[in-house]
């Protein structure tokens, strides 16, 4: 086409859209655990080094935004009696497996262990004790999960 039949606000940059992972729901909170929040930081310093391009200034935006938007959940005090935002649980299977499951924000899930507080498996660990049996529905059928241990870092 040729530049007569253009306008110039499409020369100008786009807006960058509201940029929110998709696994937090409308109007949920971002919570985070401060050591998520100082990655992220961390993070957003080592993009601010690297080479100009479209999509680090698409990351830094998407972190920028993760940043403003994190609610910081520290761990609750000794002795950790249940499962809260920010625990790392160890769990047993029925078939006698152990499970290890770190409940943190959407935006810091980023480890094997690591699931979301928003994960079926966290809302079922949520608030269980040392020895409790949760029940979890899982595609493959109802699972119980026995509380082996429950520690924060």
């Known amino acids: 086409m040729s530049k007569a039949f253009t306008r110039e606000s499409d020369d100008a940059p786009e807006d960058l859209p509201h940029l929110r992972p998709a696994a937090l729901p409308p109007g949920a909170k971002n919570y985070m655990t401060a050591k998520g929040f100082e990655k992220l930081r961390q993070r957003l310093q080592e993009l601010t080094l690297e080479p100009d391009s479209p999509a680090r200034r698409l990351r830094l935006h998407q972190i920028q935004e993760q940043l403003q938007t994190a609610v910081v959940v520290n761990p609750p005090s000794v002795p950790w009696g249940q499962v809260q935002f920010g625990a790392t649980v160890i769990v047993r299977n029925q078939q006698d497996e152990e499970g290890v499951y770190r409940i943190v924000g959407v935006d810091e899930t980023d480890s094997d262990h690591d699931i979301s507080w928003l994960s079926p498996v966290a809302k079922a660990l949520m608030k269980a004790q040392v020895g409790d049996q949760v029940p979890l529905r899982t595609p493959s ?11 924060y870092e």
């Open 141 to 151: 059928g109802n699972q119980t999960l026995k509380i082996i241990k429950i520690y």
